[in-house]
């Protein structure tokens, strides 16, 4: 196969004679990760990058994403990626295998990423949103918010987006202005409006989880008052059978210059009143904790960048 993406030598050079990655498998858990499977994991990364990500990639951007009474809709070449994607199991490569996750080294994963990444970078984001939401369940979930949402997001079957951004609150996100009021159980009614939010409605996922930043009523100013939300799109009971829509509604997607397969949403929160989420975390610590994700991200457009580098050339 002809070197495109990423070049399998370079790739080969830096985890094994550089990093001398087999090393990791002396330590309990990367004992399944040897020198064989790691470089299964490249070859299979490889494939999937060069057979579906990356001849679906003008289609999609040509295509783009279409908005239609508060539906999104994604290229149609990304149904059939992602059931790959989703099949391979590879949105949680690094995260315990007990919610889904492959369990696999970080930087076997970015060398994964490299191949994904530089294929298809628009389909990638929505795999980027999922997990990132997914950690900040992993990490600041009760039990139960992990058993109703955690494996259903590692593996794909539902989404993940991030709700921090306002059209008064981009750069100082402090300024925010959704509220969240607390109902007489363990919900809070969440209202708002949101812009900018990637991934926020599609029609990829049977279900999208949002972690959304909001302000407690009573709640101090700026970044010190916010609080950290998970507001499913449709409510799930607590048989994790589904309820009724949760009143988070798109109302339209950015015309872009590019990007055109990740569609950037505007989202209205409980316009009707009957919006629900619940709290993740602590109360007024929201902001801390959303950097588990941002930084995440921004970890993702590095990659992105160099992927796209290499790619080029
Ligand atoms: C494609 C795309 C996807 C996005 N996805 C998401 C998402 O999924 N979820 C989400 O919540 N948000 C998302 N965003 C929003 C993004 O986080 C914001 O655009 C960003 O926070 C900047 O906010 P702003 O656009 O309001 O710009 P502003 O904050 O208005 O900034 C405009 C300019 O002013 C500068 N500036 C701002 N404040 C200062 C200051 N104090 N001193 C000096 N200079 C300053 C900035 O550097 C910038 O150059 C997305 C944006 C884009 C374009």
Redesign the pocket.
Known sequence: MAQQVADRRDVDFVLHEQLNIEQLSKYEQFVDFNKKTIDMVVSEARNLALKELLPCQKEADEQGCSFKNGTVTVPEVFHRAYAFFREGEWIAMCDDPDWGGQGMPSAVALAANNYFNGANFPFMLHNILSHGAGKLVEFFGTDKQKELFLENMYTGLWGG?????ESEA???VGALTTKAVKNNNDTYAITGN?I???SGENNLVENIIHPVLARIEGAPDGTAGISLFLVPKIWVNDDGSFGEFNDMVCTGIEK?MG?HGNP?CSMALGGKGQCRGTLLGQENQGMSAMFVMMNEARLHVGMQGFSCASASY
Do not use: Q, R, V
């Open positions: 987006s991030m709700l921090l951004t981009g750069s100082d949101k900018f939010i990637s872009k990007i950037t």
